[in-house]
């Protein structure tokens, strides 16, 4: 099946720096990629939807200043999580569609970044 | 707007049995739904796919059915192993139609198999 590698899996920062998460598509070419964030024993929130060439389409309540998103090629999205506080700490996973999959239905997943800001 | 619904409390079977999980929607029906399975500091995997006018699918061990009637979907392992202990996600296309990619996402349910 279609591989997502995400990098880091694991990341300390200090608050007020900036930390920058890559979602690859291995074997495939992802016209669009999502970010999610999830809090322990919570379900995964949509953040944005990141499309190549183009703008991200961040969701309601999501702060697209501090939480950058660039999709340069159809293989790459990255996250960059600017001026981290301690309220950002949480688990961030990418997920991408294979643009063969016409009706993006099923989704490939990252294997996550947990990120703690302290 | 669309809210899902999952037995948030741990579902813990014995080794051999059937377990059932229960995902319920609130809102519109959705043109599929879908399952995960997500362990521990892990992202979710994909598991199946059900579309609206499917009852049921199967895939080796895995039943999921759908009733739109209900709001509700149900997934079964039968002859369950402690390495199905995990916690699986229900989740849904919004809008409805699918057709962006976007999911949500239910809180899941943490299945324990015991040996």
């Known amino acids: 099946g279609a591989v997502v590698s995400q990098h880091p899996s694991w990341v300390i920062c200090k608050s007020g720096t900036s930390v920058k998460i890559e979602c690859r598509s291995l074997?495939?070419?992802?016209?669009?990629m999502f970010w999610y964030r999830q809090f322990p024993k919570q379900s995964l929130m949509l953040m944005a939807t990141?499309?190549?060439?183009?703008?991200?389409?961040?969701e309601q309540g999501v702060e697209k200043d501090k939480f950058l998103i660039n999709h340069a090629s159809l293989t790459l999205s990255t996250l960059t999580v600017t001026s981290a506080h301690p309220e950002d700490s949480s688990f961030y996973i990418c997920?991408?569609?294979?643009?063969?999959?016409?009706?993006?239905?099923?989704?490939?997943f990252g294997s996550g970044t947990q990120l703690s800001v302290l | 707007s669309q809210k899902i619904e999952q037995n948030s409390e741990a579902l813990n079977i014995q080794e051999g049995k059937t377990a059932t999980l229960t995902c319920n929607y609130t809102?519109?029906?959705?043109?599929?739904l879908q399952w995960y399975r997500q362990d521990p500091g892990r992202g979710p995997v994909f598991l199946l796919l059900?579309?609206?006018?499917?009852k049921e699918k199967r895939k080796e061990r895995l039943k999921v059915t759908f009733d739109t009637t209900l709001k509700q979907s149900l997934f079964h392992i039968t002859a369950s192993q402690p390495a199905d202990s995990a916690t699986y996600l229900c989740?849904?296309?919004?809008?409805?139609?699918?057709?962006?990619?976007?999911?949500?996402f239910g809180q899941g349910t943490t299945l324990q198999v015991k040996p």
């Open positions: 059900i579309r609206e006018n499917e």
């Open positions: 990141s499309n190549e060439g183009s703008k991200a389409t961040y």
């Open positions: 809102n519109y029906s959705p043109a599929y």
């Open positions: 074997d495939f070419q992802a016209t669009t």
């Open positions: 989740a849904l296309p919004t809008p409805p139609s699918g057709n962006t990619g976007k999911l949500i």
């Open positions: 997920s991408a569609s294979d643009r063969v999959f016409a009706t993006n239905e099923k989704l490939f």
